[in-house]
């Protein structure tokens, strides 16, 4: 999609920290670090959100999460983590690609909510 960031993100148009690829799915650092290795998770087929997904895509993007977010948890040594994923402006959606917030938390963080 010509005005997507994450598109733009994908096809290498604008940098990112990759955390992991494979030919579905991309994980980056956010550029706002919540906590130290707070990561998005987006499909590399352009889909809205949640909400607009077919199941194989929801299949595509929701199975790699537990082994990308233990790897995170694991590398960084965070002792929890936050998986968030918010679906259109009303629920604080601000980028229109689908996206998986991966939060690392510490116990020594801030005590984010
Ligand atoms: P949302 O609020 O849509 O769930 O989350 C969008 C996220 O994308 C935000 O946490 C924001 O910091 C992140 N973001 C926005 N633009 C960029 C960018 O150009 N690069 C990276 N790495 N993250 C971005
Ligand atoms: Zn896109």
Redesign the pocket.
Known sequence: MTDC?FCK?IAGE?P?YKIYEDDDILA?????QTTKGHT?VIPKTHVRNVLDMTEDQARTLFAKLPSIAANITGKLGATGLNMLQ?NEAVA????FHA?V?LIPRYSSDDGFK
Do not use: C, R, S
């Not at 980056?28 to 706002?32: N, S, V």
């Not at 604080?92 to 980028?95: A, D, H, L, S």
């Open positions: 960031i993100i604008i990112a980056f650092l956010d550029i706002t998005l918010n604080g959606q601000t980028v996206h917030h």
